[in-house]
C-alpha cells in the first residue's frame, strides 16, 4: 500500500471492508454511544485496531460548517485523551519544551462538571468550555466517554447519550462520506 498515493478502487473499497468488519467485532466489546436525540448526520469516526478507541460523529466531517461533534468511547483515561486532543489542535509540538508548555497550558484551563445522561444514568463529566468548542470527559460502563465538539457553543442541555445498537447505518455513513471524497458515486 502506498500512503501517499491513491488506491485503485477494489483496493481501497476491499481495504475498507476489512476494517468495517473489524469494527463488527469489536463493537461488542467497545461500546460506541451517541447523541439520543441527534437528527443530523452520523458515521463512525476513529476506531482503533487494538480496541482502544471509537467513535462516532455527529454532524459533518468534510465541511466547515455546523457543529461537528465525536464522541469516543475509550479504555484509557479520558482526561488524558481530552489532554491529546487539545495539544493536537495547536499541530504537531516541534520540541520538547513545546510539549511541555501545551501540558501546562492545557492543566491550567478553567473546567466546569457537567451532567450528561449515559444509558439512562445520571453520569458526572468534565467539561472544558472554549470559544466556539467544548471538550468533555467521563466513565459510563467501565468505560472513558470523550466528546470533542466543534464549530458549536457550550453543550446543550440535557446531554443524553445513548449506546449504538446498529453499527450499520455508521458505517454506511463513513463509505458515503469516503466516497464523496475519492470523487466515486
Do not use: C
Not at 460506541?32 to 471509537?54: C, I, K, R, T, Y
Request: aromatic content about 8%.
Amino acid at each position: 500500500m502506498e500512503f501517499s498515493g491513491y488506491l485503485p478502487p477494489d483496493e481501497f473499497w476491499a481495504m475498507n471492508d476489512t476494517m468495517d468488519q473489524e469494527v463488527r467485532d469489536g463493537v461488542g466489546i467497545l461500546p460506541l454511544f451517541h447523541f439520543a436525540d441527534w437528527n443530523g448526520p452520523v458515521m463512525l469516526g476513529s476506531w482503533q485496531l487494538d480496541g482502544s478507541e471509537g467513535g462516532v460523529i455527529h454532524g459533518s466531517a468534510f465541511s466547515q460548517t455546523g457543529p461537528l461533534i465525536d464522541v469516543v468511547t475509550t479504555t484509557q483515561d479520558p482526561r488524558e485523551v481530552v489532554r491529546n486532543r487539545w495539544r493536537a489542535s495547536a499541530g504537531i509540538p516541534h520540541n520538547p519544551e513545546e510539549l511541555q508548555r501545551r501540558n501546562d497550558a492545557f492543566h491550567a484551563l478553567n473546567s466546569e462538571h457537567l451532567t450528561i445522561t449515559v444509558e439512562g444514568a445520571t453520569t458526572p463529566f468534565t467539561l472544558w468550555p472554549g470559544t466556539n468548542s467544548w471538550l468533555a470527559a467521563g466513565h459510563a460502563g467501565g468505560f472513558g466517554i470523550v466528546i470533542d465538539a466543534q464549530r458549536t457553543p457550550l453543550p446543550p442541555q440535557p446531554v443524553n447519550l445513548t449506546r449504538v445498537s446498529d453499527v450499520e447505518p455508521l458505517l454506511q455513513g463513513r463509505r458515503a462520506a469516503l466516497k464523496a471524497i475519492r470523487g466515486e458515486s
